[in-house]
């Protein structure tokens, strides 16, 4: 098989992600937090080449990097030009290059890190599937990871009244909006309990745009920087009620008021 995916030395594909490692390793933070979408994964010829291309590349960085893995890192793959040949199993792959779907970590004494596992779906048919696409791109979590992530910050909570909790994945459960959304299960009893364990930020990808979100009385209050697709507001505050139906569009100077 020609190999149009690596050589992540020069190839044309890496090019942007190469110099966003030369630029960590240059400023040197502590670590680096990663939100998944590391491969595309659509191709099962393809799909060990992007693997072994991304793990190559984050071993370059110079300073611990904490990953959590995105939709497309975790689907599962046929082959799409001719019969024959297995499926590939992202969740597999997924787990020999980089380890668990989800997981913790302190560090130094007052901060701790939760990676979440946001595209936590049953197995279904190899990818694409019609009229399936909440269940290809959005976020769903199992409550078995719900149950181990209450247990977690809890109890990284109670270790550390006044320390700092940060958690990870590629799906924002503030995200209620358009496509993409958390349409599964967890995403309210996980914004609660966000809450209620003091959370100080959670990082998350997946949109392809520039998003910030805060909770308010229980609601959202977001502001979108750069639009993905036609009919976001760029520059304004959005007021999202619980139920996820946008209820009033203002202006920065109005709603930041």
């Given at each position: 098989?020609?190999?149009?995916?690596?050589?992540?030395?020069?190839?044309?594909?890496?090019?942007?992600?190469?110099?966003?490692?030369?630029?960590?390793?240059?400023?040197?933070?502590?670590?680096?937090?990663?939100?998944?979408?590391?491969?595309?994964?659509?191709?099962?010829?393809?799909?060990?080449?992007?693997?072994?291309?991304?793990?190559?590349?984050?071993?370059?960085?110079?300073?611990?990097?904490?990953?959590?893995?995105?939709?497309?890192?975790?689907?599962?793959?046929?082959?799409?030009?001719?019969?024959?040949?297995?499926?590939?199993?992202?969740?597999?792959?997924?787990?020999?290059?980089?380890?668990?779907?989800?997981?913790?970590?302190?560090?130094?004494?007052?901060?701790?890190?939760?990676?979440?596992?946001?595209?936590?779906?049953?197995?279904?048919?190899p990818f694409p599937v019609e009229d399936e696409f909440d269940?290809?791109?959005?976020?769903?979590?199992?409550?078995?990871?719900?149950?181990?992530?209450?247990?977690?910050?809890?109890?990284?909570?109670?270790?550390?009244?006044?320390?700092?909790?940060?958690?990870?994945?590629?799906?924002?459960?503030?995200?209620?909006?358009?496509?993409?959304?958390?349409?599964?299960?967890?995403?309210?009893?996980?914004?609660?309990?966000?809450?209620?364990?003091?959370?100080?930020v959670h990082f998350s990808g997946h949109t392809h745009e520039?998003?910030?979100?805060?909770?308010?009385?229980?609601?959202?209050?977001?502001?979108?920087?750069?639009?993905?697709?036609?009919?976001?507001?760029?520059?304004?505050?959005?007021?999202?009620?619980?139920?996820?139906?946008?209820?009033?569009?203002?202006?920065?100077?109005?709603?930041?008021?």
């Amino acid at each position: 098989i020609e190999r149009t995916v690596g050589n992540p030395e020069n190839a044309e594909t890496w090019k942007a992600f190469a110099q966003v490692i030369r630029e960590i390793n240059l400023v040197r933070p502590n670590f680096v937090i990663v939100t998944g979408d590391l491969t595309f994964l659509v191709h099962d010829a393809i799909a060990p080449l992007e693997y072994d291309d991304a793990w190559r590349l984050l071993d370059r960085l110079e300073v611990p990097a904490y990953v959590a893995p995105g939709n497309h890192d975790l689907y599962i793959v046929d082959d799409m030009i001719a019969p024959g040949v297995n499926a590939i199993d992202g969740v597999k792959l997924w787990h020999d290059y980089f380890g668990p779907l989800y997981y913790s970590a302190n560090v130094g004494p007052d901060l701790h890190l939760t990676a979440l596992n946001t595209f936590e779906w049953p197995k279904l048919d190899p990818f694409p599937v019609e009229d399936e696409f909440d269940t290809r791109a959005a976020a769903q979590i199992s409550p078995e990871q719900f149950a181990w992530l209450q247990n977690d910050l809890h109890a990284a909570r109670e270790r550390s009244p006044k320390g700092t909790l940060v958690t990870f994945a590629h799906h924002d459960p503030s995200w209620m909006q358009r496509r993409h959304a958390w349409t599964g299960e967890y995403r309210l009893e996980t914004r609660d309990l966000m809450a209620e364990t003091n959370v100080g930020v959670h990082f998350s990808g997946h949109t392809h745009e520039d998003r910030v979100a805060r909770y308010y009385k229980g609601d959202v209050v977001e502001t979108n920087g750069r639009p993905h697709v036609d009919g976001h507001v760029v520059k304004q505050l959005h007021l999202l009620l619980r139920d996820g139906n946008l209820d009033t569009t203002h202006s920065q100077e109005e709603l930041g008021a």
